[in-house]
């Protein structure tokens, strides 16, 4: 019995490190699950919830295609990164494309910058695109340089 419970204590402490991510007008659980595993480092998740040939446009990169090419770029790109979605508003275009904004903050081990991301998903709630934008000044983007 001392083994199933260290594996239960393991899966609590696994459990209890995993941030639940709640954005305030969003109830689509493809971009609340985009948020958790990129903050937990968890890319490989992050990038098979884009469409086969979904796009994500990274500030200052022009955007990347493909599943395998998103996590290529989180694998390299993300480390140490947290997103913090604050709050987001969505509509429906045409083609039952859903449109979802959502502003947040991002973090870094050396700066935090306030930013929003644009998402585009399909009818299978796939990541068709997402535009990645900082939220900063000239100014302000100079600095974080030095």
Known sequence: MPNARLRSQKLMNTVQSKEFIEIQGIK?????QYFESLNAGEYEKTASLFAENGVM??????????RD????????EAID?????NEGVSETLEENITQIQVAGKVKTPWFGVNVSWLFALNENQQILDVKIKLLASPQELLSLRQ
């Open 57 to 66: 446009h990274p500030p200052f990169e022009s955007g990347i295609i493909g």
């Open 81 to 85: 990164i947290k997103a913090y979605p």
């Open 69 to 76: 090419a998103i996590l290529n770029y989180l694998n390299k």
């Open 28 to 32: 689509k659980s493809t971009i609340e």
